[in-house]
Nanobody, 114 residues
């Protein structure tokens, strides 16, 4: 049974920082591409950042230079360091893992106040 458990969301003022964590189990983590997506109210879910099994990263243009994705294969975990947060970053953030299938976490709320 695959599980992705996110943590680290919360309320922060604009300009602040948060670090999201996602702990995975039940899948070959080191062989999986993992990433973060977000969904704001009334909007579609969108890609934030991904990191491949070979540690190649991609970012949405809106977060480049502010967010950093990383992974720790020994801990089967993926992280998202978010700096200089803006109100438009407010959303539910979801962890994603792709191996044979596509898996999602339950989401963690990030709220950035102006």
């Amino acid at each position: 049974q695959v599980q992705l458990v996110e943590s680290g969301g919360g309320l922060v003022q604009a300009g602040g920082a948060l670090r999201l964590s996602c702990a995975a189990s039940g899948l070959p983590f080191r062989l999986s591409a993992v990433g973060w997506y977000r969904q704001a109210p009334g909007k579609q879910r969108e890609l934030v950042a991904t990191i491949s099994s070979g540690a190649i990263t991609t970012y949405a243009d809106s977060v480049k230079g502010r967010f950093t994705i990383s992974r720790d294969n020994a801990r089967s975990s993926v992280y998202l360091q978010m700096n200089n947060l803006k109100p438009e970053d407010t959303a539910v953030y979801y962890c994603n893992a792709r191996s044979a299938l596509n898996y999602w976490g339950q989401g963690t709320q990030v709220t950035v106040s102006s």
